[in-house]
């Protein structure tokens, strides 16, 4: 299975800034990769498909780039509601196979 | 709006059985890829198993041989039947929706429900 490792495990902001959020994959997955921010108690949501489409509803400042091994998810702006644990995905195939998460938090 | 809503999870032994069910509304499973995701306590996402239009599936290596995926079209509900339970499979278990499915290579989960807890223990 491909193995994805997202850096850093966690990460402290302030409101206002701009962090960045990468995701490597252990072969090449060519665009084949989404986004997803979990809030506590909370399912999933999608926010970035395709390496850099952005899915309908979720805000500009919320970019993805990158393909074959080496991803970002870029947040510009921090709002209080991105704080949060945000996720990479591989689905070039399967099985699908999560990052281990990195924690956002509000320094 | 999509709503997708889990039940069937609670406590079970070791090598006991569950059956979990996704009701669906505002859309036909029966035309989506569905697929289970699920989340130890404190960890990550793990993708657990896929039911396409078609009715192929799909299984992680993890539970492959132990869980199954099925579909009644006429409750429009996707079920994951567990047997030969682990303490390993204790999770929230998610179900949710590949809003891409065959129209694209790529993957995109778009919906999901809230979420079953599934219990392993003695």
Redesign the interface.
């Known amino acids: 299975a491909i193995q994805m490792t997202q850096s850093p495990s966690s990460l402290s902001a302030s409101v206002g800034d701009t962090v960045t959020i990468t995701c490597r994959a252990s072969e090449g997955v060519t665009d084949d990769l989404g986004w997803y921010q979990q809030k506590p108690g909370k399912a999933p949501k999608l926010l970035i498909y395709a390496a850099s489409t952005l899915q309908s509803g979720v805000p500009s400042r919320f970019s993805g780039s990158g393909s074959g091994t080496d991803f970002a998810l870029s947040i510009s702006s921090l709002q209080p509601e991105d704080f949060a644990t945000y996720y990479c995905l591989q689905d070039y195939n399967r099985p699908y196979t999560f990052g281990q998460g990195t924690k956002l938090e509000i320094k | 709006e999509v709503q997708l809503v889990e039940s069937g999870g609670g406590l079970i032994q070791p090598g006991g059985s569950l059956r979990l069910s996704c009701a669906a509304s505002e859309i036909t499973v029966s035309e989506a890829y569905m ?1 289970w ?1 699920r989340q130890a306590p404190g960890k ?4 657990v198993a ?1 039911i396409d239009s078609g009715g192929g599936t ?1 299984y ?2 993890s539970v492959r041989g132990r869980f199954t995926l099925s579909r009644d079209k006429s409750k429009n509900t996707v079920y994951l039947q567990m047997n030969n339970l682990r303490v390993e499979d204790t999770a929230v278990y ?1 179900c ?1 929706r590949d809003v ?1 499915g065959a129209a ?7 919906s ?4 079953t807890l599934v219990t392993v223990s003695s």
Do not use: K, T
């Open positions: 697929n995701v990550g996402l793990e993708w896929l799909d992680a290596d998610f949710a891409l694209a290579a790529e993957v995109a989960f778009d999901w429900g809230q979420g």
